[in-house]
Each structure stands twice: as C-alpha cells, then as structure tokens.
C-alpha cells in the first residue's frame, strides 16, 4: 500500500496519481503506482524469501531482492545492489485489507 497515492506538494505532479514515470521502458511510464507488481520470482528457503526482484518505480530499477514475512499482513522486503544484500535498503509492506480497496481505488481479485 502506498501511503500517498497521489504526488505531494511541490511535485511536478502534484495531486496526479503516482505513476510509473521513470520506468527505462517508455511504454510502462503511465502505468499507476497503486497495484504495481514490485516484487517477483521469490524462493521460499527456510523462513526466508530469496533469489527474486524487487522494483522501485521512484527511480525505474530492479535491485536484487529478499523478503521474510513479519506478521501475517506485514512483509520485511530488501532491495539490494548486489546479491548478498550488503548494499540494500530494508522497507515494510503491508497487505492491503478488503476494507481499504475503496480507498485505494482497488479492486479485489477473484482467487
């Protein structure tokens, strides 16, 4: 979930829904923020999720990723540089919960 779904003041988009504008591929720069996949290809090793991706959309790159569940709606997800994680930034994703969709704009999905 992102916390502001829309660009902050003093923005060049102010107001707009976040959008993917920095993605490298140019066909991709409008898609929202809000339901983007960022996170891929995981390997459950132990208790641990590895060997997949992560994306950031704020600069348009895929680090190396990891990930390890905290909670049963809370998600420790590392992007890193290199493989071994040395070089990374540690961030927490909640799930977003039925409730919240609306807000978000979100549609649940059928399973």
């Known amino acids: 979930m992102v916390k502001n779904p829309t660009y902050l ?3 060049r ?14 066909s991709l720069r409008g898609r929202p923020v809000l339901g983007l996949q ?3 290809d995981l390997n459950l090793e132990g208790e641990n999720l ?11 790159k895929e680090y190396y990723g990891r990930a390890k569940l905290s909670g049963s709606d ?6 890193s540089m290199d493989k071994f994680g040395i070089l990374g930034y540690t961030m927490k994703a909640r799930r977003v919960k039925d409730k919240d ?3 978000y704009g979100l549609k649940k999905e059928g399973i």
Do not use: H
Not at 13 to 26: I, S
Not at 74 to 79: D, E, F, N, V
């Open 101 to 103: 969709l609306g807000i």
């Open 38 to 40: 960022i996170v891929g």
């Open 74 to 79: 809370t998600l420790k997800l590392k992007g």
């Open 50 to 60: 590895k060997g997949g991706w992560v994306y950031d959309s704020w600069n348009g």
């Open 9 to 11: 003041k003093g923005d």
């Open 13 to 26: 988009d102010e107001g707009k829904m976040q959008a993917d504008r920095n993605n490298p591929d140019k």
